[in-house]
């Protein structure tokens, strides 16, 4: 396999700048002062690497998606074909579970920028997607005879609880409350009659 070129790893250096910014001062925070300054790179090499200030946040919508993308894949393989709601749940709400806070908190700053962006709102969705997928995937192969609307509520909690608890991590919230939302998420799923 050929190694990156240098154009692609400052890219990504870049972007994983950008990353931070846009979690610790939002999406109109993340000046490109700012974010040159993080990269360690002089500002007129943000726009040779990623364009205008559209173009940028295009990359950074695409990186984030990329990023999503992997950790949802690891997800999917990290859990076996026989996997139970209690390993899902454990996966998604372990202590050294869940995504890049940055990664979340970047997400939210894109969404709440799509009236501005309509154009981000396709990739935003199709990840968020994927993500309920395998969470329903998991749910379905455990409980193959509840009913579809039952399943969906069940991934849409589940989903819901899980993005919550990566969106408040800036909070620094309590830790007993990771085992609340994990226990809420684990009550849920027991709604559903699950295979032995």
């Known amino acids: 396999m050929p190694r990156p070129s240098l154009k692609d790893q400052r890219t990504n250096e870049i972007l994983d700048a950008y990353l931070t910014c846009v979690a610790r001062f939002g999406l109109e925070g993340a000046t490109q002062d700012r974010i040159a300054e993080e990269a360690g790179v002089k500002r007129p090499l943000l726009r040779h ?3 205008n200030k559209d173009e940028m946040i295009i990359a ?3 990186h984030v998606v990329t990023c999503f993308g992997e950790a ?4 999917r393989q990290a859990l076996p074909d026989m996997a139970q709601p209690s390993d899902l749940v454990e996966a998604l709400f372990s202590e050294h579970s869940g995504t890049d806070p940055r990664l979340m908190l970047t997400y939210q700053a894109l969404v709440a920028a799509v009236p501005g962006h309509p154009n ?5 969705m199709d990840s968020l ?3 309920y997928d395998v969470v329903e995937e998991i749910l379905r192969r455990a409980a ?15 989903s819901a609880i899980f993005v919550n608890l990566d969106a408040l991590s800036t909070l620094d919230p309590p830790d007993d409350w990771r085992a609340e939302l994990k226990l809420a998420a684990t009550l849920m799923a027991s709604v559903l009659k699950v295979r032995q």
């Open 49 to 51: 690497y990623l364009g």
């Open 60 to 62: 950074l919508t695409g």
């Open 72 to 75: 949802v894949e690891g997800l």
């Open 120 to 124: 981000l709102r396709q990739g935003l």
């Open 129 to 131: 997607t994927d993500f």
């Open 144 to 158: 193959p005879m509840a009913p579809d609307a039952k399943i969906r509520a069940v991934t849409q909690g589940i």
